[in-house]
């Protein structure tokens, strides 16, 4: 129940709460982040999120009987992600932290969708019958990369449009993995 909250209320109100009043395609969640007013915002968001998604997806593998890469990738794109919320983004004062701290939460990023790429990949392995209820996990996970790679190529940027939606729909899809995959247990 905690876990259905967290996916379908608290992550998607607070992510759209956090970047109000800014323009999503013009900014993001770094620039946000670095506000004085913002920065404790922004670090509640980063390990709800990173938590979120450690949860989860850790239970998802446990249905997995060689999980050995998935797991490193989770556990790096995690620590990626606490590197990168805690690592300052103020590029005018400290230019090379800002880049540590871009390269930190874009490399989470990638590292968090490939895992769950190859959750999907292998969960769907394992049977013909889980191959077939996969399928539009696997289907939304492909569109999920097209859309972020389409708003990043319209905006220029990483924007906040792009993280938002990334956020929200890899949440999402994370969760109905979770609340209906047949192999685990409740």
């Known amino acids: ?5 967290t996916a379908y209320a608290v992550i998607p109100l607070y992510t759209i709460m956090f970047v109000s009043g800014t323009n999503w395609f013009t900014s993001n969640l770094s620039v946000i982040g670095s506000f004085p007013d913002r920065r404790a915002a922004f670090l509640f968001l980063g390990i709800t999120i ?3 998604y450690l949860i989860v997806l850790r239970r998802l593998l446990s249905c997995l009987p060689h999980r050995n890469l998935e797991t490193g990738l989770l556990y790096t794109a995690f620590f ?8 300052p983004y103020l590029p005018h004062a400290v230019p ?5 701290h871009v390269a930190f939460a874009f490399t989470s990023s990638m590292l968090l969708a490939l895992c769950l790429c190859l959750i999907l990949r292998h969960l769907s392995a394992l049977s013909q019958a889980s191959r077939r209820f996969l399928r539009p996990y696997r289907v939304s996970m492909v569109m999920i990369i097209a859309v972020s790679g389409i708003l990043l190529v ?3 940027i990483i924007s906040s449009a792009l993280e938002i939606f990334f956020i929200i729909a890899t949440t999402i ?3 109905r993995l979770y609340n209906h995959y047949p192999l685990l247990s409740p």
Request: hydrophobic fraction near 70%.
């Open 50 to 52: 990173g938590l979120y």
């Open 96 to 100: 090379f932290q800002s880049f540590l």
């Open 173 to 175: 899809l994370v969760q």
């Open 154 to 156: 319209i905006a220029g």
């Open 1 to 5: 129940m905690l876990l259905s909250l």
């Open 80 to 87: 990626l992600l606490i590197l990168a919320i805690l690592t």
